[in-house]
């Protein structure tokens, strides 16, 4: 059993996937547990309640699984009060058509299935966001888009959740729901998912590479690496300033990597018991662990 994901913010939903694991539970049920418990969380900014919301002040969320069984995916774009939207997404695996639902019609497809039509935003949020507003003169900013992925008894599975970029426009979509950029996973090689500005992510469908270059024989370290820094360097070579983005991958053995164009990319892994923090450095070559404030 390996669990990664993005962020310090994950630490917590990390242990509850293991434990969900250790009950002998899903790897979707685990990984959707590890997601909804940042969906749910107030004090975090980036996804589900409590979202950032657009430039018009309102919260849309973008969501997406991926079943490496069978290459099944489900995924939700552009939905609005709908606190979960990683749950709504798994509905939407396995099915012969509709996998991809976006605005109104992910909020209908929501709400026909029991979810609670609920306002996101919250004042706490709100407040942060036009604080931002004044204070940034740079709004073009990465966005800490929470990604998973689980090896577990022979499967892979991956999965997404995010309020988008900040001050996005409305109806605006990055990589975070899209298989190939925002995730990818195959459970005969391995799985990735990727956090940043999806606008760059989307031009380097960054999480299939990841997954290619593992089935072409590196490991997930060496693969995290060589993409992040082969697309960062291909858009400096085509005049493009890159922005931030960074990825977590994990393959069919267990083995993790992780890397980013970032300075310091935190994320989180299990590989049994204990579940731990890192910081990955330098395209993904240097590996620090810390201690993380949601540790308690």
Not at 80 to 93: D, G, H, Q
Not at 142 to 160: E, K, L, P, Q
Not at 201 to 222: A, C, D, H, R
Request: glycine content about 10%.
């Amino acid at each position: 059993m390996t669990i990664i994901s993005t962020w310090e913010i994950s630490f917590q939903g990390v242990k509850i996937a293991r434990d969900i694991l250790k009950e002998g539970k899903s790897v979707e049920d685990a990984i959707c547990g590890l997601i909804n418990d940042i969906e749910l969380n107030p004090d975090f900014h980036n996804v589900g309640y409590s979202g950032w919301p657009n430039e018009e002040g309102d919260v849309e969320l973008d969501a997406a699984i991926m079943d490496g069984d069978t290459l099944s995916f489900g995924a939700v774009a552009s939905m609005r009060n709908i606190k979960t939207p990683v749950s709504v997404a798994r509905l939407l695996v396995g099915r012969p058509y509709d996998n991809f639902i976006v605005g109104d019609g992910a909020l209908q497809f929501a709400l026909e299935n029991g979810f609670k039509s609920e306002e996101l935003l919250t004042e706490p949020a709100k407040a942060r966001w036009l604080q931002k507003i004044h204070d940034m003169t740079d709004l073009d900013k990465g966005h800490d888009t929470v990604g998973s992925v689980i090896a577990s008894g022979g499967r892979v599975v991956a999965a997404t959740s995010t309020s988008g970029l900040f001050m996005k426009r409305k109806g605006r979509v990055g990589d975070s729901p899209l298989v190939g950029p925002g995730l990818y996973a195959d459970s005969e090689i391995g799985g990735a998912t990727a956090t940043g500005v999806g606008e760059d992510i989307m031009k380097g469908t960054l999480s299939f590479q990841i997954v290619n270059l593992m089935k072409s024989g590196m490991s997930p370290s060496e693969a995290a690496g060589k993409a992040v820094k082969d697309l960062h360097e291909n858009l400096i070579r085509k005049n493009q300033k890159p922005r931030d983005f960074s990825v977590v991958c994990v393959n069919k053995e267990g083995e993790w990597g992780a890397a980013s164009n970032r300075d310091e990319f935190p994320f989180v892994v299990c590989t049994g018991d204990e579940v731990e923090y890192y910081v990955s450095k330098d395209f993904g070559k240097v590996y620090e662990k810390r201690k993380n404030q949601y540790d308690i």
